[in-house]
């Protein structure tokens, strides 16, 4: 491999995990502050339709997988306006710890960069330019703006229902979804609201399996963000099943520009090992770079 075609792969990886990583922050997954602002639908127990609606509210909560790890080697392919980059890698995820993405040179595998997001920040190494940037969700405008958590995150990644702000959606907070349930169909509506943010899934009744998330954001100032996160390719995976193709896209209108995007993500047979470490240690030889820095570099993409 010459010196160029080398550069040039390290270049298509890094544009595509800077693309991937601007998507998925880009994205208005959930926010603290909407809290206060109401709890949404109701269901109530009044009916049979009515306590149909709430157990299936309930299973479809409840049918997540109950593994803590998953790990796969995936493909991510990013299409953002006349872009169209692919680039082989791995998908890792410990439940409530760490969600993993890292690009490969291709032939060598040879790691060219990763994205950890965490419950607490946010962390991207750099390898070919040995920097890495970290911080906290707060820290960075477009993050604290748009409200991003980790563990919306978390959810939409493992195919599950969340509510905004909220750790997980527990037993007591069930009946802040509403259901639309027509036993006709074969697809089901689950939605709720929180201030500026709408949540919609569409969830296979048969398969009990979430095949669409629809995430609606609004800011104060007429900006507006949506995600459209799409499911297929499900398989076994411990004591459930599991999407081994995601699809996401990001249509971001914040300060009158417009981010519009599409990440794909296939993985080869997702596996559930544990034997491997959820910490990034991170080389003193590496500069660490500010967020502004970051945002620079995400936005300025050739």
């Known amino acids: 491999m010459t010196h160029d075609k080398t550069h040039h792969s390290h270049s298509l990886a890094l544009r595509l995990i800077m693309s991937i990583m601007m998507a998925t922050l880009l994205t208005a997954c959930g926010s ?3 809290l ?9 127990a009044e009916s049979a339709d009515a306590r149909a609606k709430r157990e299936f ?6 049918r997540h997988t109950a593994t803590r790890n998953i790990v ?9 306006g006349s872009k169209n980059l692919s680039c082989n890698g791995t998908l890792r995820m410990r439940r409530d710890e760490v969600i993993r993405l890292q690009l490969l040179l291709p032939v060598l595998r040879t790691e060219i960069a990763r994205v950890d997001f965490t419950p607490d920040y946010v962390l991207l190494v750099d390898r070919y330019h040995k920097e890495y940037m970290q911080v906290s969700y707060d820290e960075v405008s477009f993050l604290a703006e748009n409200g991003i958590t980790f563990y919306s995150l978390q959810s939409l990644f493992w195919n599950e229902l969340f509510l905004p702000g909220e750790k997980t959606a527990g037993e007591q907070q069930l009946g802040r979804f509403d259901c639309h349930l027509d036993q006709t169909q074969d697809a ?5 609201q929180s201030g500026r943010i709408s949540c919609t899934w569409t969830v296979d009744r048969r398969a009990m399996q979430i095949k669409k998330a629809n995430v609606d ?5 007429g900006a507006s963000s949506s995600l459209a996160w799409l499911y297929d390719n499900f398989g076994k995976l411990a004591d459930g099943t599991f999407p081994r193709h995601q699809q996401f896209s990001v249509n971001a209108n914040v300060s009158a520009k417009s981010t519009n995007a599409t990440i794909t993500i296939d993985m080869d047979e997702p596996k559930t090992s544990d034997n491997w470490d959820t910490t990034t240690d991170i080389s003193k030889k590496y500069r660490k770079i500010e967020a502004s820095d970051l945002l620079g570099k995400l936005l300025n993409m050739q």
């Open 32 to 34: 603290k502050k909407a």
């Open 36 to 44: 206060s602002d109401g709890s949404g639908g109701t269901i109530t």
């Open 57 to 62: 509210v309930r299973q479809t909560a409840t």
């Open 72 to 80: 796969a080697n995936a493909s991510f392919t990013l299409k953002a």
């Open 188 to 192: 089901a509506t689950l939605s709720c």
């Open 217 to 221: 954001y609004t800011h104060g100032t």
